[in-house]
Structures are given as structure tokens and as C-alpha cells.
């Protein structure tokens, strides 16, 4: 029998071999194009045009989640939540090619359902660290001249607005986690970076697509990536990550749909 036609052996078999390193470092920059890393250039771009309009950036706003059909809350709905879906075909473009490389999938970054107890409590332990001195960070970043006013929600006040903003918040957890820590820091240990080299690229790329908000939301997020990037190494799972980043954005899309105009600490336009 010829090779061709061995299971295992043939070209039409389905097994593939080990990724090479340009095949790695192609995938890895068509991941991030078509994400993170996309975002990072439109935020520097948004940055650029904030700091040469007339005025400082305190008096500008940045708004997280707003309105794509004012007046048509149905038609609202609908693009809310092919929003929040399209934004998560990257990740499914990750658990793709980490199951064609046999690593299991996104289990092999430890975003599964295996220690759900675990993922929680350190998220919630994390959340409740970052959450109170991020806020910290941007009132004083704000007062400074250093950010945009940071406008986390602008919905209408319909009956969708908590349960798309929840979900907006899981989806931007999932993503972030899944790329910039866990898929990366892969990669780029496959391709041979060293672990203070790889720190230091997911932690800027995590800041330079918050920097739409000024250069407080760049420092601040790029200080929370280098966090992250020190648990996930000593966890071995984004879950935690997961469920801390997304208790965060929770409170601060809520809590800013609760209180905004109601308390004077809390800046507004």
C-alpha cells in the first residue's frame, strides 16, 4: 500500500503538523488586525484628534456604550447585540486555531468550565483590588488634565439598557483575556520572546486601545495588563481574569447607569 493511502500518512488526512514560526507570527498579526490591535491603532488615532481640538481633554467625553438608533429602541436592540456578537469572532477564531494545533482549544489558555469555583473567587478577590484604585486613578488623571471624561453609558432608558450593558461588559472580559493574555503570551512564547518581553507587549497593546480615553486610561490599563499577565502565569488560566475584568466593567456600566447625576463625586459631560 503507498503512503498516500496509510491513515495518517496521506496529504487528505486531516492531521497537520507543528505551526511554523512564520506561520505563528502570520496568525498572530492576523488575530490582533482583525481585534486588539486594530483597536489600538483606532484609539491612537482618536487620542491624536483629542489632544489637538481646541480645549483640555478633561472638558472632552468618551462614550463606552451609546446608541446606535436614537428613537428606535427595537432597531437599538439589534445592533446593541450584533455589537456585542461580531466582537467575539476573534475568540472564536482563537479556539479555532488552538484546536488545530491539538492544544485543546481555548482549554489550553484555561477558559473552560473546569474550576469554576477557583476562576470565581480570585476574580471576585481581584475585582474588588482594581476596581477601587482604577477609579482612584482616573478622577485623578481627569482633575489633572490627563483623560476624557470617561462616559461608560449612554442608553436609553429602556428595558434592555442593564442586560446589554452586563453583556457588554462580559464581552469586552472575554476578549480582552482571551487575546492579549492568554492567546498572546502563547504565541509569543512559541515564537521565543522572553517573559519580560512578552510582559511588556500585551501590557502596552492593553493600554494602547484604552488610550481613546487620554493618558490616564493608557497608564492605568497597562499597569492592570502587566497584573494580569504575573496571575495568568501563576494561575495558568484567564478564568479568573475573565470574571474580574467583567465584575469591573459591570460596576462601572451599572453603577454610572445608577448614579450618573445623582452623586457629585462621579464626572459627567
Known sequence: MADADVPGQGPGDGLLAEPS???LRSETWIVLALSLGASGVSALISFIGSVTKPGGLKDQAATLNGSHAPGRPWLDLAWQLFGIASALVPVVLVAHLLLRERAGGLRAIGFDRRRP???LSRGVALAAVIGGSGLLLYLGARAAGF??????EALPAVWWKIPVLIASAVQNAVLEEVIVVGYLLRRLGQL???PLAALAASSVLRGSYHLYQGIGGFVGNMVMGMLFVLLYRRWGRVGPLVAAHALIDIVAFVGYALLAGRVGWLPTP
Open 192 to 194: 521565543g520572546w522572553s
Open 147 to 152: 483623560n476624557l471624561t470617561v462616559v461608560p
Open 21 to 23: 514560526r512564520s506561520i
Open 117 to 119: 469555583g477557583f476562576d
